[in-house]
Structures are given as structure tokens and as C-alpha cells.
């Protein structure tokens, strides 16, 4: 469908309204059992979640793939019969409140274009669920905020879709900054992007959220976080782009660096123009590589000391909801809740007035 048609359509059904308020379903949270598995809703039945995220809920332990959100009619009886979904398990956006009756779903993904993330991150924590969230976590600090308190004024969880975390892998130089393996981190060089030929995306749409630093940018921004286990104190930024005439609302190419309390510093790289995903770490007394390190499987790398990085996972999606839903059935801290992707946002926010202002900016 065409971006303006789609739009249109998505004004018609309401997706695009402003967010209405409701109070929590206590009553569905005071009742819920104790379940085996936790059903999940996904809203929006785009690229991610029909290549991604509904074959993974068929790899999962802890959840499974109980009901569907859409506005687009003509894919109902293909998830239907594709999944087993009830008639009852299936939802528009008019009919979207009505989850709350539902004591089937348990979770509510959210999948849809970042601009929409904080309406229905909040309308969902307002029907008593528990919330998990596509990345970028939402265009804004002010919206990710909003949304962390939504889901803790209503006592259910918020996890951000941050698959890498939950990646072996990435947790190998995680755990190399946390033991300081090879001593603390001087340089970082963090990377990732890729060629995107489409011309009338939401990735191209500045009202729908696109830009590379929110979809892409995040993967750079948390190789530096994440290699150096520090939160960045400023950031000096560009922005670029190499063709205009599909690129003229959002950045195609950001460049920036970023500095860290301890005195380590990061390059990061980001574009929907440039094949690119690594992650290279400097330490007083040797080096982590990752390449690649944000891909959806066979991240890999090698320490300075011949220690391989190579750990098998066969579903990095199918990892991160059942981990999610672990947290939830457990009661126990999720590893990737609302404040991980709010920090990302920070750094976003601050990378745009850095490269506004063509000068550091603070943090």
C-alpha cells in the first residue's frame, strides 16, 4: 500500500488519534493465573512481525502467539489459517480496547511505526497488560517517559525489543567491559546500516519517526554503551545524505562521536546508504572485534588473547520473548525494560541538536 494511502487508512481507523485514557483492568490482573505460557497479541502485521516475530513465537517455551491487531482486512484469513487464531484473538485498531476482556493475551507487542509506539504502549499498559515494544523505543525522551509510567502506574512490564541483548554474543563483551578483561576502554568504533533502495517508506518519513539514528543508529549508540558499560556524557555529530531526493525529510548517513565518563571515547556510524556492522574495542591491554554485531544471527568476533566469540542461538527473537516472558511469569527484572531504550533516546535526541548546532553537545 502506498504511504498516503496507508495513511489515510490508518486516520480512518484511528491509529493516528490522539491516545485515549483508561483505567487499568484490575480485575483481569487480580484474576490472571499462573500460565505455562503467556499469549501474545502483535499490532501490526508488517514486515517484522510476518517474517520475524510470528515464526519465532513458534520457536518460544514461555509464550505463544494467541491474537492479532491489524487494519488491513485481507490479511486476517492468511494469519488465521497460517497460526490457528481464534476469530475472537482477532482485533482492529476501533476494536483494540476490547483486549482487555480477553484473559488469553497476557502480552501486547507493539510493532508498528516508532511515531505510533508511544499511543499504544500507553493504551495497552491502560488495559492491564503487559507491554513489549519494537525499537526505537519511541521519536522522543518526552514519549519514552510517558510510556515508562503508564506501565508502572499500571503495575505491568515494558520490555524494548532489543534482540541483541539477549544474544550470547553481545553479552560476551558485555561481560568483557564489566570484568575488565583487558583493562578499561580507550576507543570504540561502532557501526551499523545498510542500503535500503525503497523510496516511500515510514523510514523516510519524519512524522512516522524514520531517520537512520532511530532505526539503525541504535545498534551503533549501544555497541559504544554497551562495550564500555558507561553512559555517554556528550556527543558531536553530522548528518548526511547522499540522495536527496528520497532523503529530504530524514538523515540518510549520521556520524558522531561520543564521549564517557571514564575518559573512553566512540565513533559511531549509522545509514540507510551504507552497508556497514561492526564493532571494534580498544582496551589499555588489548582489543574485542565483532563482525557482525547487530546482524539477526551469526554475530561473531575474536579477542586480542584468540578467545572466540562465536556462541550458537537459534532464534535471537524467539530468545528475547521468551527471556521477556521468563521476567514476567518469574517477577523478576527484565534485562532490556522501558529505561534501557529511554537511555538510546537520550543519545538520539542529543545527536540531532549536536548535528543542528554543528557543535558538542552535553548529556
Known amino acids: 500500500m502506498k504511504t498516503n494511502k496507508r495513511r489515510a487508512f490508518l486516520q480512518k481507523t484511528g491509529i493516528i488519534a490522539a491516545s485515549t485514557a483508561f483505567a487499568p483492568n484490575a480485575l483481569w490482573a487480580a484474576t490472571n493465573a499462573q500460565k505455562d505460557k503467556l499469549g501474545v497479541a502483535l499490532v501490526g502485521l508488517g514486515y517484522y512481525s510476518t517474517d520475524l516475530l ?6 518460544t517455551k514461555n509464550c505463544e502467539l494467541k491474537a492479532i491487531v491489524t487494519g488491513s482486512p485481507e490479511k486476517i484469513p492468511v494469519w488465521q489459517e497460517k497460526y490457528n487464531i481464534a476469530d475472537k484473538n482477532v482485533y482492529s485498531y476501533d476494536t483494540f480496547d476490547d483486549i482487555a476482556k480477553n484473559d488469553e493475551i497476557d502480552v501486547i507487542y507493539i510493532v508498528l511505526p516508532p511515531s505510533m509506539h508511544a499511543e499504544y504502549v500507553i493504551k495497552a499498559a491502560n488495559l492491564g497488560k503487559h507491554v513489549w515494544c519494537e525499537k526505537p523505543m519511541a521519536p522522543s525522551v518526552a514519549e519514552c517517559e510517558a510510556m515508562i509510567k503508564a506501565c508502572n502506574d499500571n503495575k505491568v512490564k515494558l520490555a524494548i525489543g532489543y534482540r541483541c541483548q539477549h544474544d550470547p554474543n553481545i553479552q560476551a563483551y558485555m561481560k568483557a567491559a564489566k570484568d575488565k578483561t583487558f583493562g578499561k576502554v580507550d576507543m570504540v568504533t561502532s557501526a551499523a546500516g545498510y542500503f535500503d533502495g525503497r523510496t516511500d517508506h515510514w523510514k523516510q518519513k519524519k512524522a512516522l519517526g524514520g531517520g537512520a539514528m532511530g532505526d539503525m543508529g ?133 545527536v540531532y541538536k549536536s548535528a543542528a548546532a554543528n557543535n558538542l553537545i552535553k548529556i
Not at 510470528?54 to 520457536?59: R, T, V
Open 218 to 350: 541504535v545498534y551503533a549508540i549501544q555497541g559504544a554503551r554497551l562495550a564500555t558499560g558507561e553512559e555517554p556524557i556528550s556527543v558531536l555529530a553530522q548528518t548526511f545524505t547522499n540522495r536527496p531526493e528520497i532523503y529530504h525529510e530524514v538523515e540518510e548517513t549520521a556520524m558522531f562521536q561520543l564521549e564517557f565518563p571514564s575518559g573512553a571515547r566512540a565513533a559511531c556510524h549509522t545509514s540507510f546508504g551504507i552497508s556497514m556492522n561492526y564493532l571494534k574495542i580498544n582496551y589499555e591491554k588489548g582489543w574485542l572485534q565483532m563482525e557482525p554485531h547487530s546482524s539477526y544471527n551469526g554475530n561473531k568476533g575474536v579477542m586480542s588473547n584468540g578467545t572466540e566469540i562465536n556462541f550458537p542461538i537459534e532464534n535471537q527473537q524467539a530468545r528475547q520473548m521468551d527471556d521477556d516472558a521468563a521476567a514476567i511469569m518469574n517477577k523478576t527484572e527484565l534485562m532490556v525494560p522501558g529505561e534501557e531504550g529511554l537511555r538510546d533516546i537520550r543519545v538520539v535526541e542529543a
Open 54 to 59: 510470528a515464526p519465532a513465537l513458534q520457536l
